[in-house]
């Protein structure tokens, strides 16, 4: 299945503003980029490193006036998602030392207060996958779905208490649900095919049997089309553009995810 | 000045339990080991892995029963602690790219949310070292300072409905302030000479002038005496141990800091 | 300045054959990427990660038959190159921990056995850049540069014993004589316009006066249009396949390097 | 068995002089530091940072005159090394990322040299481990082991042409031979309990069988009594102290390993 991605941004800037942009999607086991555009304009001095979670960021100053981004990938996916029910928690001395960070609470994931609920969703499940999977389910049965985006970002707790969010929302009461069971899991965003309204999404994975598997409490059926551009401990890590300074709001966004020919 | 420090610790262990210790002080600028002891009873398999933020942690798993963990440093230091009022604010896009990191909001510390309160506080203030003086000088003045330790972390928001906290407490509401402005911050546990009463210490550090200057608003007066154990971006990265599964608390906990002779 | 470059390579594959990759540029300090494609045939399952060196790497397994590899990327160069005479020598104690490794000798460059040779050349001259300018200059005037590729790589003892090479084993004596002088060296492959025969191109980065200078002895002027796919200590790290078990040749390998309209 | 490590050094500098120590043994699966004393005289200002390969290394400038490093460990090892004939070959597709750079030739280990040689020794081995323990037996009977030191390290090539050689060499042939087998294999400097003449020691690891096991050519049989302070490709990156600038060579170097009681 080969998918292209687009994403268009355009900003009207008022004072020099230094970007941090994550909008490279890497190849990965489940994903490979046959073809990648990615203009900014106007043309400007730009600089690349790999965060701390091996996303690649690129770092930017945008002048005064219009500025804008623009990516398009191309990009081959499976059909399908892997699902693996029965696979095992792992004990967390088995764990690999760069999968730890994503046992331990975070900005908007406060694992730390959510022991009491985790064991009461998961209540009988097999320790690992069937966990993750139950407790994916009583999101999608629990918290309301708005699809859409909101100006800033909540916590679990927060998210809990409205019983209601977007894509990120769920996310992140999911990781903190998975990591007070002591199961590390990470926000994913990028795209999703047919997703409606469209919109860069947000979702998360859990380390479950030796290996992250994808989870998704806003679409109803495990299926394919997810292109991952961005990993990390919740929100706070995975802004596909973080800016400093005065706030600045896109003036165009436009996201698309179209199926193309192999 | 050489110190000696010591963590002595006992804890009663009902079920095997993976512990991750952070006891380790590491030889940096700052600091000289000159010698360290470190046992762990029972003898146990141990394994040492460096995290993100550069701690070399020990991962272990402890056996039923009584488990104890001995660590004894003798440090030199300097008598006198850096400052460097007027040291100018770095951009963000001059930041060293393993800097970036002490941006974001964590855990603790919601930096997305205190812009109008730091704005207030470092008003009329030269940006960088003598923005963050500023903001030491407020926690110092404004949040009462209750030595010893509380059960559980509480978050920079929390802290300041309070407006009371332990030594984490107000290195939390520090970071998150800093961060707000966009000045890199980050959480420092280690010990404290004459620290009363005598415990673990957390203060916190800042980027500003192209490197860390030291903060602590628990304490009167910029002096030395300062032990770095580890590093993070607040509390959830840097516990001198984290325990998984049941709460374990340690049965004994004793720690000094004594001067020694050269 | 946009170049359009492209390596097409095909293999004839008899075993199945795992390969490392090291094909696709990163954007950088000095170069832009707009756009790239990266095709593998058959297609495979591939997995991507970076390198101690930064180098984004793809991990693949080529099967029995007809395996081929297209990768082609626009990019955006500065039309000249960065040059400092005068940028001074930083003493090791100065250095980015992340440099040091560009200090030691390597498999291709034995800089423990060229102090005598490297002071005579630089003799006179004032740390830093210029040392590593008559270096450049000694080799462009020593040794014979004889364009196209042969079959194993030599070191630079062997290179400054044959007085010739190609272009990988002028940068290789290169290397070898700055790392024997304290300055931080490192090998470079990439494309590069108007190069005559076309083939991939190696060249040599000298770290003074705080960072990184493009030199390469086989071209008559400093000029622009580099391209940079990987970096490394020498030709052991950045080859652009690495392959392990029965060697392999690639049947077809069409390398171009065009310039295109903004 | 608790070893007491200890290592002794003097230098006498005529200029001040950047040295990177090695020294500093870290608590690993096979091997716990329960204690250790670092002591540098004069007293400096030392920075640690920790290198490529997981070692912690000091910088520091050595000032004019006496200069002396004394550093001692106790620390818990096993009584026995670990051995695993039959542990089998992993494929190149199947090593964890951060192994393959020890399948690369590097300084003193031509491995792209040595395939012919490699498979003559192993002919008729199971794949993996056993292929190791025979390139062991190789050079057990092959290759003279010359206790003591060379002034300046050879190469696999060069110990291989001159059929003897220290401690080092043996390791660098080991190591070239394995990986020309797609093994990889790592140089390992540390001490060993008995070794006579008592001095530091080098062997090498292989990654055998999903982990690394140790060989060690100069001995006669597999027994424990190893502690490792440092890894790495080869002698190039594994100095126990490294120094820039004219050679300057300890005036006093004491090494001592003795058991002491738990």
Chains 1, 2, 3, 4 share one sequence.
């Not at 965060?51 to 002048?63: V, Y």
């Not at 064991?119 to 918290?143: C, D, F, S």
């Not at 002591?182 to 999404?201: C, E, F, N, Q």
């Not at 919740?234 to 165009?252: E, R």
Request: overall charge negative.
């Amino acid at each position: 299945m080969l998918l292209r991605v687009t994403c268009d941004l355009v900003f009207n800037i008022e004072i020099p503003t230094p970007f941090i942009l994550m909008l490279r999607p890497r190849s990965g086991a489940q994903q490979w980029i046959t073809r990648e555009t990615y203009n900014i304009e106007p043309n400007l001095q730009a600089y690349e490193f790999t965060d701390f979670f091996g996303n690649l960021c690129q770092r930017i100053i945008a002048p005064i006036g219009t500025f804008s981004v623009f990516t398009q990938a191309d990009v081959k996916i499976s059909k399908y998602i892997d699902e693996a029910p029965g696979a095992n928690f792992i004990d967390v001395q088995n764990l690999p030392d760069n999968v730890l960070s994503y046992l331990l609470p975070s900005r908007y994931c406060e694992s730390d207060r959510f022991s009491e609920l985790a064991n009461n969703i998961t209540y009988n499940q097999l320790p690992g996958y069937n966990q993750v999977a139950a407790i994916e389910n009583w999101l999608r049965n629990t918290i309301s779905y708005i699809p859409g985006s909101s100006d800033y970002a909540i916590s679990a707790i927060e998210v809990n208490y409205k019983q209601s969010g977007v894509c990120r929302d769920l996310a992140h009461l999911g990781i903190a649900l998975c990591r007070s069971l002591s199961i590390p899991a990470r926000m994913v965003v990028g795209y999703l095919h047919k997703l409606d309204p469209m919109d860069m999404h947000a979702w998360f994975e859990a380390y479950v049997g030796g290996r992250w598997y994808t989870f998704d409490a806003t679409q109803t059926g495990r299926k394919g089309g997810y292109v991952a551009v961005g990993y990390g401990l919740d929100a706070a890590n995975v802004a596909v553009f973080n800016q400093f300074g005065p706030a600045v709001y896109p003036t165009k966004q436009v996201i698309k995810v179209e199926q193309i020919k192999n």
